[in-house]
Each structure stands twice: as C-alpha cells, then as structure tokens.
C-alpha cells in the first residue's frame, strides 16, 4: 500500500498534489511519501516481532540522507556496501550496533573505518578479505566481528543481473568451502565468527528460493555449532520484490516472515534481514514533463526531460515502470508508444511499446515505483544535473535534496597545465 492516488483526478503524494512540487521544483525530480516509507518500514520488522531481529535497511537502494533519517528514527540498522555508505549512516546518528558491512572488494581504508565505528559485522566474501580484516583489526587492537557471507547456489529466478546466489556469481564462497574458512577464522585472533551470511539476489517474486537458501545455510549453521563455533546472527540478506504492475504479485512481507520463521524456529539466532526495494521502492516516483510528442514511422516517441541518467533501470534491466498522467482525463485516447529522454542513445526509455493515454507537450507524468535503485543508481551522463529529491509528509513537502546546477558539475575539474 503506498500513497500515491488521484484525487480530483490530479496526482497527490499523500495529500500534495504532484503538480504543485513541480511548479516549485522543476522537473523531473524524484518524490518520496514519508508516510509509505514508515509504513513498509513498519509492516516489515512487525513481521518478525516474534524474534529477536535486526532490520538492516540496505542503503544502496536509496541512500539521500532524508530517507535514511526516516528509518533511523524508526530503529532500522543499516546494510552498507561501502565507505560512502558508512559516512550517510554515521551522518544520520545510526551506532555501529546496526550495522552490517556488505560487499566483496572492500578496501583498507574501508575496512579500518569500519572497525572505527564498530560495526556489528563483516559479512565477509573471501578468504583473502577475512586475512586482511584481521591484519588489520590486529593493527587497531581489535577484533572484528564477522559472518562468513555464503554462496547457496540457489536459483532466485530473477533477472541475471541481479541473481547473486548462483555458483556462477562472484558473490559469497561457496558452500562446501565455508565450514573450512570458518575453522580458519576460528584459529584467527583479530577476528571473531559470529555469525552466518546470505543474500540470494534481488526483487525475487516467490518463496521457494529464500527458504531453500535458508535449509542450506541453517545445516551449516548446526554443523559449525557442533565443533564450538558459536554462531548468534543469521543474516538472511534482502531481495523480496515488489509489485511493478499489477500482474506482479510478490509474497507480502508477513507471508516471508513466515516462511523464514517457521524454518529457524528453535534455532536460537538474532535474524537480521537487509531489505532494500520493499522498503522504499514503492515509496518514491520520478516526475518528468513532456518535451515534445514526435510521430516515428513505426511508433509515436513521447520525449521527456527524464533519461536513463536520472532512472537506468528500464535501460540496464528492461525493467518495468508504471506510467501515469499527472493529471488524469477521461477524454484521451490510449495509444502505443515508447517514452524516451534527451539521452543520445536507443537505449535511452523509460517505457517501450506501452498503451499510454495520449500525452501533450508541456504535460507532467509519473514514473512509479522508482523510489529503489533510482536516484542512487542516477548519473551525470550527457553532463546532466542529477534531479531534485523531495519528500512528502501529511500536508507539507521539502527539497530534501535541490537539484544539481550545471556550474556543480564542473566546480573541481580544470584544465590540465
Ligand atoms: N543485501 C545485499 C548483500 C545486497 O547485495 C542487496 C542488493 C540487498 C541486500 C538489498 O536487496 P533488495 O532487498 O533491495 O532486493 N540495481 C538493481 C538491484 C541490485 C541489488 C543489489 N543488491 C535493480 O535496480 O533492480
């Protein structure tokens, strides 16, 4: 459930109306309900009250600090993946206790700030990443807590590009060589093992995969226990979908917490959980205006000032995004067309070959469901300032996030002399 609805047949995230952003902030620009964001937010850790559990937010999805505070204020943890990441959620006030670092290149300097702000774990992804955590807690006087991050070659069945948990996949170590490198790590003095990793992959619509992860690394969790290596935290990672459209019909949060439940029921552990996307994707839409209607031979191309600079997922993945007027009329036609950016390439969509009601130049439209892996995954591409971000709450909106001006862009560059 989010926020976003007509009333008056104008577009309102929760009750502005979108239009009233754009006339102060331009376009296109990013908008997110902060009712919504509380409210997955929410739904989500209910689901697992019955345990003891730690949400993880992971920042990728959406890292503007006015999210992050959002969740912060509701007791979330954060899953980071990077020193940047880190600095947001020290930013916001988050301890090192709800804290999960995530990621397989992790750098020194990463690594020692990590350990500076005592993070609760590394999930750690290699053998040589575990050597050089501990070469370097050694150095500090600490020791690093860590989870091994495991590879259960399972299939998530989703896009390639977002599948992590395959033997194929660069990501975790495979699960016949973790009770080795656990034993390892237990010989280690500047690291201790306290805990058990795995993420899948992302935007997964069923259960089946997660909770055949969960059998695998559940048998290794009991196996390490027998030979006394104590393991208290199960992170299970993140990846449950959402609705794109609505032929989509992912699990809701509560039936997955189920599933997973019923699985480590009795098992003792602190589950921690990583979502991303279900938090926050249905949160937030990019607003764009209408450039020019233009008739191609084939098919008619409705040009916006939104590319695949400020949203790259229908171009990286083909991914679908609802698209809607902002404000709604009843005498339009529907016709087929693909709504493109300025961006020079044919790569270059928002949506391909869609049933759209006829759209007019100077028109405002919606991209939905764009609040994950859009303003975070945005660029500079054709040296274009990354949009505007705003949030919503209740009555009230704020730039959370001005958009970027075209003299930023070039601020620190200079000719080379
Ligand atoms: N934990 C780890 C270790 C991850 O790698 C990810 C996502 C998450 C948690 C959060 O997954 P979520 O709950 O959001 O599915 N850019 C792609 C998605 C990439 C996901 C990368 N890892 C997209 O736009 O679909």
Redesign the pocket.
């Known amino acids: 459930m989010d926020h976003f609805r007509y009333l008056d047949h104008r577009l309102h995230c929760e009750q502005v109306p979108l239009d009233q952003i754009a006339e102060h902030v331009g376009t296109p620009f990013y908008c997110y309900s902060r009712a919504t964001l509380e409210r997955h937010f929410d739904v989500f850790r209910d689901a697992f009250s019955s345990i003891e559990h730690l949400i993880c937010y ?1 920042v ?2 959406n890292s503007t600090l006015a999210v992050l505070d959002t969740l912060a204020k509701r007791g979330a943890g954060f ?1 980071i993946v990077s020193g940047g990441e880190l600095a947001r959620v020290k930013r916001v006030g988050c301890p090192g206790q709800r804290v999960v670092f ?1 990621g397989v290149g992790k750098t020194e300097a990463e690594i020692r700030a990590a350990l500076e702000h005592r993070v609760l774990m590394f999930n750690v992804e290699s053998q040589p990443e575990l050597l050089r955590i501990n070469a370097l807690a050694g150095q500090m006087g600490l020791r690093a807590p860590i989870a091994l991050r495991i590879n259960p070659d399972v299939d998530p069945a989703t896009h390639p590009y ?1 599948s ?1 948990g395959l033997k194929r996949n660069k990501f975790g170590i495979p699960h016949q060589q973790a009770e080795e490198l656990y034993r390892l790590a237990a010989t280690l003095e500047h690291v201790q093992p306290i805990g058990l990793d795995c ?1 899948i992959g ?2 997964l619509t069923t259960l089946e995969p997660f909770v055949d992860a969960l059998k695998r690394v559940k048998a290794l969790l009991l196996r390490l226990r027998q030979q006394g290596i104590a393991i208290r935290y199960l992170d299970l ?4 979908g959402i609705p794109y459209d609505t032929q989509q019909t992912p699990p809701h949060p509560e039936r997955y917490a189920e599933a997973l439940l019923r699985e480590i029921a009795g098992l003792d552990v602190v589950l921690i959980l ?5 938090i926050v994707g249905n949160a937030g839409i990019l607003v764009a205006r209408v450039e020019y209607v233009k008739s191609g031979e084939e098919k008619r191309f409705i040009i916006t000032d939104a590319g695949m600079n400020d949203l790259l ?1 229908p171009a990286l ?1 083909d991914a679908h995004h609802t698209i809607l007027p902002v404000t709604r009329r009843f005498d339009r036609e529907e016709i087929m067309a693909d709504v493109v950016g300025p961006i020079c390439e044919s790569g270059d969509f928002l949506a391909r070959d869609r049933m759209l009601p006829e759209f007019h130049a100077g028109e405002l439209l919606a991209v939905r469901s764009a609040g ?2 859009g303003f975070s ?1 945005s660029s500079n591409y054709n040296s274009r300032p990354r949009a505007a971000e705003v949030m919503v709450h209740q009555d009230r909106f704020a730039v959370v996030r001005p958009r970027e001006t075209i003299e930023q862009l070039m601020e620190h560059e200079v000719p080379f002399v």
């Open positions: 992971s990728k999805a899953d995530s977002i992590t993420h992302s935007q990672g993140g990846g449950l990583e979502p991303g996307r279900v997922r993945y994950a892996y995954m």
